[in-house]
């Protein structure tokens, strides 16, 4: 296993890349939320989320040979688990990598998401050795976009009807940051 545990504590915040399973039922109830298909553009994040969902999560490969290609991070706010941030798509060569997070919706509008942000940013940067993070957004997703924006990522472009959902298409911002 190349990935090392880390725990990154910040002011409010400490992310956790290794899982500890007595937060098991409160990370199942964090992430059953039926906006999340939506909102994370994925036809694939499950609702009703159950155990198996998580421990399929929890326990997915980020590794290929001796190169680690995700890492993701369990966010804590104040010793609960509040949601999830990581990096994908690592691309050593070109010193890039896809940043994604979701906050459960109790632990909204607090911030959490905001600074989780700027920890990855510094992690990407200092570990990893990458230049610069991207993402895309919905164009609706207001509060997502501002995260970003203020973290510095900059709007790059639109991905026009980039994702269909319940007989429509929406549009996404492709954002991105040099670190």
Known sequence: MLVK????????IVLKNH???????DFIEIANDKEFEFLLMSHNFPYSYTEEDANFFINKNRENGNEIFAI???????DNIAGVIG?????????RGHIGYWIGKKF???GIATESVN???NFAKNE?????LYTTVLTDNVKSINVLL???FEITGIDKDTFYYRNNFYSAYLLSRIL
């Open 5 to 12: 545990d880390y725990t990154i504590k910040d002011k409010n």
């Open 19 to 25: 899982f500890e399973y007595g937060y098991l039922k």
């Open 72 to 78: 993701d991070f369990y966010i804590f706010y104040h």
């Open 87 to 95: 990096i994908s798509n690592i691309d050593y060569i070109n010193m």
């Open 108 to 110: 909204r509008n607090k």
């Open 119 to 121: 920890i990855m940013m």
């Open 128 to 132: 990893l050795r990458l230049h610069s």
């Open 150 to 152: 203020k973290n510095h």
